[in-house]
């Protein structure tokens, strides 16, 4: 058979022994054990060896090419007769005739289809039954094989045990089923077995009692001692092992064999993952096995497990990722990738406890993602402790390493969501895709290789300066650090004559780009261009200095306008546009007063009339939004230093329109009525303060005029 077959690669020694032992004209009295690390390629190699040409074995009694193949999986028998009950299952829908009513043992239907002679339990009489009904199953069974193009000697028998170490029942009790099949009826016999289990089993059942014994310690504690009794009865385990598996491979299937067999060149027929995901995933295959490759262990039914996921995933026709949003070979290798490392990370338990069992394990979960220095914490502090999923896959190109802004977290969000409850958020995966360099992002990311563009291609290069002219087409570049970065660049390429108009010309398209989206422009105080950042931030911006520096104060020119004339219609309307009912609202005002996030100057607080501001406090519901807005006005004066003296109208109007206020609502006045009182009061204190702090002020210039 394996002659027919050339394509067993590291294997093809087992295929060569099979070819002998399956045709031998005198039928060993022995089983054949392959065994290798579960989900290794045990069972597919078998599939692949008896399947011949086929290239998916589905039904292993009628598809195999010159064998009746009678496949058995172990796992979890308890008995002998759970294992019979589990061969005639497989017979099935031959032994549900009406007429075969006697076959209750799996042994003698497989002695009478191998020809062997069984014994037929029960004597004479039930024997005429057994036989009777045998010629009925036969015929049965013969016509269900000569579906086939060719017939089948029914001596061409094979059995396939897999996921022997699997049976939960003792070892020597199993060892001497399977040697009824291949002493008794010469039946050949293939057992599948997980190597490192296998051994396990062979020693624990060598212990065959336990004693326990207790004797109390100094201490008072009660110490246990276990004395193990190894079994010393003439039928040892080893020599039934012997004796029932004559020959021993282990399994060594690469990952190029088994992702050719699963996304083959030439497909025939149906593929084993259907035909959406060949067509997705055939593209890939060297990605496919570089992760089983930097995997520590190759667990092929892991992996086919892991790929059946992202079949579902994605969703039958499309359903929860659209076919259009597929089309880019690079941007699905780059989610394949991510995809698959984290669910076959996580099957193979290579993220720390498994914290993707726990939603809350969200702190190892981030670690286990964390891509780069390939370190993680662990519960003692040690920085230096190898996290095995970023050492197996941290440098694998993945869509969550991409260095726009947001990315990691952005689709990391998406793969825990995914390994912690099986979710997807189809927008939030549309939203994730269409935000990148292949669709929405697809004009900004070439855009800016123009820092970089003499080390482009040529073509490369003219799709930057494409990109580049639709932005300004479509006015999409309003960040103002951009556009200097990209002006000063620009201008240089078009006094060298790489652009279509001149250094001049474009210099005028940019001015005018300027004034045209002034109005819509980020902020930015543009403090990086200035003297002491500019000059050292690129050699070409030194190359047209003074140009570029004009570029710099025009918009810095227009961000200031733009700026002033915000603050005085944030100054003017914040009565209007404030909702006291909305806790974001009074957040975003509290840090404005207490420059949280800016400057002093970002927001004049002290040109808001203080009539407004007793106003706002008082429509304050809420007791801790009256606390915060109290507090972040402090915060501010305590900033304000020996600006506070400026502010001392300020303070005597806040405190006057408070009070009064106050005095204006009928008696008895509620609780945020009174808390008017406290506005007043901070206004007061700063004011009781301003004595001693222009006394400071003076002290402070006399000693400076001293000085000078």
Known sequence: MSSENSFFGNNQHIANFLDGYLSASNKPDYAVLITGD????????????????????????????????????????????????????????????????????????????????????????????????????TDVFRESLLKEKQEKDFKNLVVVFDDVERADMPLPELLGYLNEYVEHLQVPCILLADENVWKEINES???????????????????????????????RLSSTEEKVVGKKFQIQTSPEEIIEAWFPENKNGTTIFGEEIYELLKPHKALLISILEKSPKHNYRAFKQSIDDLKIFIGPNFENISKDLLKEEKLNSLIFADFLCSVYGAKLAMLRNDPFVVAAQKIQMARAFARGAGNIVDEEDDENVKDPFD???????????????????????????????????????????KDTIWFDRKKQYWTEQLYHWYELSDDEGRLALDSFYESIESKTILNPDTLIALYYRLYWYASEGVLKESAEEFSKKMYQYVDDVANEMEYSDLSQWDDNYGRAYDSAYLVHEEKNKAFVEHIREKLT??????????????????????????????GKISCRFGSLQDFEFEKIDPDVIARIYVSLTNVNDSRKFIEAIKERFRKESYGLIEHEEFLNKLKESAEKLKKSYPRPLTTRQFSLYYLAKVAGDYLDFLPRLKEEQKARLNDMKKDF
């Not at 276990?226 to 009865?233: D, L, P, R």
Request: net charge positive.
């Open 391 to 433: 050492d197996a896959f941290g440098k694998i190109e993945c869509i969550s390493q991409m260095s726009h802004a947001c990315d990691t977290e952005k689709w990391n969000a998406i793969w825990e969501k995914w390994l912690e409850s099986s979710i997807i958020d189809k927008d939030e995966i549309t939203a994730a895709i």
């Open 561 to 590: 306008i733009r700026k002033t004339k915000q603050q005085k219609n944030e100054i003017t309307n914040i009565e209007k546009t404030f909702d006291p009912q909305n806790p974001k609202n009074v957040d975003d005002l509290c």
């Open 205 to 235: 059942q060598k212990i065959h009692q336990k004693k326990i014994t207790g004797k109390v310690g100094g201490t008072g504690k009660v110490n246990l001692i276990v004395e193990k009794a190894i079994n010393q009865t003439l039928h």
């Open 38 to 137: 579960w989900g290794s390629g045990k069972t597919h190699f078998i599939k692949k060896y008896l399947g011949g040409d086929k290239k998916i074995v589905k039904d292993w009694l009628t598809d195999c090419e010159k064998h009746i193949v009678l496949y058995v999986s172990l796992f979890g028998a308890k008995s002998r007769a759970d294992m019979d009950g589990r061969v005639l299952e497989k017979l099935h829908p031959i032994l549900k005739s009406n007429k075969i009513k006697v076959f209750t043992s799996s042994f003698p239907i497989i002695g009478m289809i191998a020809g062997a002679s069984a014994p037929i339990p029960g004597g004479t009489i039930i024997g005429e039954r057994i036989g009777k009904d045998f010629q009925c199953f």
